[in-house]
């Protein structure tokens, strides 16, 4: 309204300037519907101004007036929200361009339409960067706590934005941000992608618990992780020398190493580094201590006839149980593993007679491609996949 004011102004001063400087003051002569009305140029002028003052008045009491109702108090309500709304995209799309002064622009008029400690926040962080350190403090002063919460943010969006570009330069802010102590579940999250992408396997170590106790996987997806960052961990200790993934294994808190998906991380670097008999062994203890499960056992694929003491204990588990499908399943492997061909195939055809997985007919693919028979094997593999 106050733009609509300001036209009606200077047309008017147009107006009444022009015809005065000429020494004419003019008339206006304005016929509709049968009616005239003829007045000079200044009278018209004042006949507008108080029209469109009118207008403004009318157009302010309605406001107010509605404003004090329920159903005008909704829509005026929901109108500024919708600025507001408005108002923080552009800003936060201003943010993600780098153009701070536009953002600082928007954030203020859009607090003005919907005070926040949000829009306090943003406004305050986009001041900083503007190089605008009064208004900086006044709006971290007005967003209090909201301002923290709101630079993680801006912060994480910042990583996100670099990973791919700048993944150095992400790890260091990202670093930074769980140093301070944000370890929310979006900053966890990020975390493990990133250290994952780049390969910084004893900062996902270090991150392990924060990660299981936020709850971000389920139990078989975190299993998963914490087996791959462990083995990718034993394996780079075993880079660096002949005693270093021994000495790093033994380095371990007994709890580690009695820990199921720890061990088996283990015995699979040992088998990276072709150390098959040393696997075995780990195997063979896990299993005697109760620490492993010959199911954990076989779905590592860590089974090897390297240790003799390993085959017997899976020899004997079967004489007690011979229907035991996880032992049958072990022989199996560890017939074929010492290409005694044709036991692993008695083994694993009364398997899949019985209990038949994906994983033993392509085991049982392997052992007919061994012995010669490659339509049996391809029908195995078939039977696999499907």
């Known amino acids: 309204m106050k733009w609509l004011i300001i036209v009606f102004a200077l047309l008017v001063a ?19 519907a049968g009616w005239s009305l003829e007045t000079s140029v200044i009278a018209l002028a004042i006949i507008m101004i108080v029209v469109a ?27 500024r929200e919708g600025k507001a709304e408005r108002l923080l995209e552009q800003g936060q799309l201003a943010l993600l361009q780098q153009d701070y002064l536009a953002a600082l622009q928007a954030f203020e008029q859009g607090h003005k339409q919907q005070p ?32 923290e919460e709101a630079d993680r943010v801006i912060q994480i969006k910042y990583i996100e934005s670099i990973k791919n570009k700048e993944p150095d330069v992400a790890v260091k802010r990202l670093d930074a941000l769980l140093a301070a102590g944000l370890a929310d579940a979006a900053t966890l999250r990020l975390a493990a992608e990133l250290y994952k992408a780049t390969g910084q396997w004893q900062a996902l170590l270090e991150l392990l618990p924060k990660l299981q106790q936020a709850g971000l996987y389920s139990a078989d997806e975190f299993d998963e992780l914490k087996s791959r960052v462990y083995q990718k961990r034993f394996i780079e200790e075993g880079k660096k020398g002949d005693n270093g993934l021994y000495d790093y294994w033994r380095a371990l808190d007994k709890s580690y190493r009695s820990d199921a998906t720890v061990r088996l991380s ?16 780990v195997i063979y203890k896990g299993l005697k201590r109760g620490e492993l499960s010959i199911e954990q056992v076989n779905r590592s694929h860590v089974l090897t006839a390297s240790y003799p003491k390993l085959v017997e204990y899976i020899q004997d ?36 007679d019985s209990e038949a997985r994906s994983e033993d007919y392509k085991l049982l693919g392997d052992i007919y491609n061994a012995l010669g028979d490659t339509q049996l094997a391809a029908n195995a593999y078939k039977k696999a996949l499907a």
């Open 317 to 352: 588990a079967l004489k007690r149980n011979p229907q035991h499908t996880g032992y049958i399943r072990a022989l199996a492997q560890l017939a074929y593993d010492s290409k005694d061909y044709s036991l692993a195939q008695r083994a694993l055809k009364k398997l899949v």
């Open 116 to 147: 926040s400690t949000l829009f306090a926040a943003l406004a305050s962080y986009a001041a900083q960067q503007c190089g605008e350190l009064g208004k900086s403090e006044f709006w971290r002063a007005q967003a209090g706590k909201a301002y």
């Open 266 to 281: 283990y015995a699979a670097a040992l088998t990276h580094f072709n150390k098959k008999e040393a696997c075995a062994k």
């Open 14 to 32: 147009g107006a009444i300037l022009g015809p005065i400087s000429s020494g004419n003051a003019g008339y206006v002569l304005v016929q509709f």
């Open 53 to 79: 003052v009118a207008i403004s008045l009318i157009y302010a009491l309605f406001r107010a007036i509605a404003s004090k109702t329920k159903k005008g108090g909704q829509w005026f309500s929901k109108r």
